[in-house]
């Protein structure tokens, strides 16, 4: 298993080839909030050719003093505003915030790792 990433302060090691298999349930499910900072605004709307205050306003929405991603609901799912279910993946992959790019290796994981085990297939004991 040469692709397994690991990280320090982690208890499982993660095999992003699993991705392909599982259909994205970390951009699906329950309701959730992908946080973005000022760059990370600014990088997807860039990717996305739109101005920035478009792209606030289409995309974004308000949670306490941050801003994060819409979901959309599709049946009883909540979906990243991004996933896109035809390609099973992310729209925006290559500007996809810095949130989605550490996951699985999230401080709630680490006293959570069965609910994670649950949810991705990528994941196995370290």
Same mark, same amino acid.
């Given at each position: 298993?040469?692709?397994?990433?690991?990280q320090?302060?982690?208890?499982?090691?993660?095999?992003?080839?699993a991705c392909? %298999?599982?259909?994205? !349930?970390?951009?699906?499910?329950e309701?959730?909030? *992908? &946080?973005?900072?000022? @760059?990370?605004?600014?990088?997807?709307?860039?990717?996305?050719?739109?101005?920035?205050?478009?792209?606030?306003?289409?995309?974004?929405?308000?949670?306490?003093?941050?801003? %994060?991603?819409?979901? !959309?609901?599709?049946?009883?799912?909540?979906?990243? *505003? &991004?996933?896109?279910? @035809?390609?099973?993946?992310?729209?925006?992959?290559?500007?996809?915030?810095?949130?989605?790019?550490?996951?699985?290796?999230?401080?709630?994981?680490?006293?959570?790792?069965?609910?994670?085990?649950?949810?991705?297939?990528?994941?196995?004991?370290?």
């Amino acid at each position: 298993m040469s692709d397994l990433i690991r990280q320090e302060g982690f208890d499982f090691a993660f095999t992003p080839s699993a991705c392909e %298999s599982c259909g994205g !349930r970390c951009c699906t499910g329950e309701s959730g909030n *992908i &946080f973005v900072s000022p @760059e990370e605004i600014a990088a997807l709307a860039k990717h996305l050719e739109m101005e920035e205050a478009l792209f606030r306003s289409t995309y974004l929405v308000k949670k306490g003093y941050k801003l %994060s991603l819409k979901e !959309r609901i599709v049946g009883m799912s909540h979906d990243c *505003i &991004f996933y896109d279910r @035809e390609i099973g993946g992310c729209g925006v992959y290559e500007a996809r915030p810095l949130q989605c790019r550490t996951f699985p290796f999230w401080n709630y994981f680490k006293n959570h790792l069965d609910e994670l085990k649950r949810e991705c297939p990528g994941i196995v004991d370290a």
